[in-house]
C-alpha cells in the first residue's frame, strides 16, 4: 500500500484542487515541521502536502528541517514522498520552463542538520544513496508525464548548493564539471533524509532559470516568479497523474 506526501517547494505552497479533510501540527523528534501537515484527496487519492518553505513561504533552504519535515510525513503514514523542487538549469537544455526527473545528486550544502542519526554504535547509520532516489517513484512519475502530455528530461543530476545566495558563474562551471545538470537549494539533505527514514523519495524539478553565468545578464527574482508561475501547472498534472496511476489506499 502506498501513502503519498507531497512537499511542495517555491510556488507550490499549497495543491489547489486538494479537497482538504484535515489540518495536523505533527510533534517530531527533531522539532517542528516547515508546515501542518495538510490531509485531503487529490486526483481521487488520499494524500498529505507539506509547504517546505512554510505556509507563507517564511523559511529559507538553510534553515528548513529536513529531518522534521520527513519524519513528519512518516509518522503521519506516508510511505512515498514526491518533492517539488525550482531549481537553475546548468546544462543547455535545462532550459527555464522545463522538467526533470533527476537521477543523482551531488551534495554541495554545508552546516545543515544533515541526518537523523547521532551514535556510532547506530550501524543503521551507514544508509546505502549509490541511488538517491526511489527507482520505481521516479518511473512512474516519468509515465505520468507522458500520460499528461508534459514533456520531461527523464535523467538529471541535481546539485544541492547552501544558498541563500545564488551560486557564482564560477561555482556552476565546476559544477558543470562535477557533472551537475541543475541546480538548487533544498534537494539536499532531504533526499538523504528521506533514505534513512525508508521513504520511497523522488522529485519533480522544474528550472525557473539558466544557472549563473548559463545566460546573458544577472539573474532575477521577478523572471524567477513568472517562469515559476506558468510551470507549476504543468508540475500539478503530473501530480495528477502519478497518484491517478497509484493503487487505492
Ligand atoms: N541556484 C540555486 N538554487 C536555485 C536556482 C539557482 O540558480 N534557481 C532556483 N533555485
Do not use: W
Not at 518553505?53 to 512518516?74: E, F
Not at 542538520?113 to 544508509?127: F, L, P, Q, V
Not at 546505502?128 to 526511489?134: G, W
Amino acid at each position: 500500500m502506498s501513502v503519498i506526501g507531497i512537499i511542495g517547494g517555491s510556488g507550490l505552497e499549497s495543491l489547489d484542487g486538494l479537497a482538504v479533510t484535515q489540518r495536523k501540527q505533527v510533534a517530531t523528534p527533531y522539532g517542528e515541521p516547515s508546515s501542518v501537515l495538510t490531509f485531503g484527496t487529490y486526483a481521487d487519492k488520499q494524500i498529505m502536502f507539506l509547504a517546505r518553505h512554510g505556509d507563507d513561504h517564511s523559511i529559507l533552504p538553510h534553515k528548513v528541517n529536513y529531518c522534521a519535515n520527513l519524519a513528519a510525513l512518516q509518522q503521519a503514514g506516508a510511505t512515498h514522498v514526491i518533492a517539488v523542487c525550482a531549481v537553475g538549469g546548468i546544462r543547455a537544455d535545462m532550459s527555464p520552463g522545463s522538467i526533470s526527473i533527476p537521477d543523482q545528486l551531488i551534495d554541495y550544502t554545508c552546516s545543515r542538520r544533515h541526518t537523523i542519526y547521532e551514535d556510532a554504535r547506530d550501524y543503521a547509520a551507514h544508509i546505502d544513496f549509490t541511488e538517491p532516489y526511489c527507482a520505481a517513484l521516479r518511473v512512474q512519475l516519468i509515465a505520468a508525464a507522458q500520460k499528461a502530455g508534459v514533456d520531461v528530461i527523464t535523467s538529471a543530476t541535481y546539485g544541492a548548493t547552501q544558498g541563500p545566495r545564488l551560486e557564482t558563474t564560477a561555482e556552476i562551471n565546476r559544477m558543470d564539471r562535477d557533472g551537475c545538470h541543475i541546480v538548487g537549494m533544498t534537494g539536499m539533505p532531504e533526499a538523504s533524509i528521506a533514505r534513512e527514514l525508508e521513504l520511497c523519495y523522488a522529485v519533480i524539478a522544474l528550472s525557473v532559470n539558466y544557472a549563473a553565468g548559463r545566460a546573458a545578464g544577472s539573474i532575477e527574482m521577478q523572471d524567477i516568479e513568472a517562469t515559476l508561475k506558468q510551470g507549476m501547472g504543468r508540475v500539478r498534472s503530473v501530480l495528477a497523474e502519478v497518484l491517478a496511476d497509484m493503487p487505492a489506499t
